[in-house]
């Protein structure tokens, strides 16, 4: 049974950083991969970072100098680092798993950056 929980949501001035978790139910490395999405009002859901289950790690352009994905096995949780957040970050920030072809995907976190 797969449940993802993300949290570390909220409001944040511009520059700043933030952490974004995701708490998985179930042993991440069972995950083929997983990545953190976001969205914005009008827009499509797009692939912020992902990681594989043997730790490869890939970036959007646009925020790869920015942002970290990571992943901690022994509490089931994916973290996104957000460094020099920017207006333009604001989004409802979402974690998913993949298992082959079945994708898992947690309820997002609202992410504000503004002064």
């Known amino acids: 049974q797969v449940q993802l929980v993300e949290s570390g949501g909220g409001l944040v001035q511009p520059g700043m950083s933030q952490l974004l978790s995701c708490a998985s139910s179930?042993?991440?490395?069972?995950?083929?991969?997983m990545a953190w999405y976001r969205q914005a009002p009008g827009k499509q859901r797009d692939l912020v970072a992902q990681i594989t289950v043997g730790g490869t790690t890939s970036y959007a352009d646009y925020m790869k100098d920015r942002f970290t994905i990571s992943r901690d096995g022994t509490t089931k949780t994916l973290y996104l680092q957000m460094n020099d957040l920017k207006p333009e970050d604001t989004d409802v920030y979402y974690c998913?798993?993949?298992?082959?072809?079945?994708?898992?995907w947690g309820q997002g976190t609202q992410v504000t950056v503004s002064s």
């Open positions: 998913k798993a993949k298992i082959l072809s079945d994708n898992y």
């Open positions: 179930v042993n991440i490395f069972e995950f083929n991969s």
